[in-house]
């Protein structure tokens, strides 16, 4: 009923810049808290970065300074601006989000199918 749907991805070389997107789509009554994940292989599934529907934001430490996240709550979608990239910035990253279906109470977390980033030296 609900999906979570990244694009931007790709191959960059060090320094260059890549900027992600994640729509939702389905019987949505509302979004809470939206953010990006990545996992590089070997590791676990981190947290890069979270936005509030707020507006306020947390960052890894690695990351802090290079993202930045944002989101539009009227197109349903969440952004990653990803500058400076480095090449141990390379994994999967995926969008999650908390999602309240129509006609519900509860939020429930979605993830999204993931979208490769690659950053070559």
């Known amino acids: 009923q609900v999906q979570l749907v990244e694009s931007g991805g790709g191959l960059v070389q060090a320094g260059g810049s890549l900027n992600l997107s994640c729509a939702a789509s389905?019987?949505?009554?509302?979004?809470?808290?939206m953010g990006w994940y990545r996992q590089a292989p070997g590791n676990q599934r981190e947290l890069v970065a979270r936005?509030?529907?707020?507006?306020?934001?947390n960052y890894a430490d690695s990351v802090k300074g290079r993202f930045t996240i944002s989101r539009d709550n009227a197109k349903k979608m969440v952004y990653l601006q990803m500058i400076l990239l480095k090449p141990e910035d390379t994994a999967v990253y995926y969008c999650?989000?908390?999602?309240?279906?129509?006609?519900?109470?509860?939020?429930?977390?979605?993830w999204g199918q993931g979208t490769q980033v690659t950053v070559s030296s």
């Open positions: 936005i509030f529907v707020s507006g306020t934001t």
């Open positions: 389905g019987s949505i009554g509302s979004i809470n808290t």
């Open positions: 999650n989000a908390d999602i309240r279906i129509t006609f519900t109470f509860n939020f429930e977390n979605y």
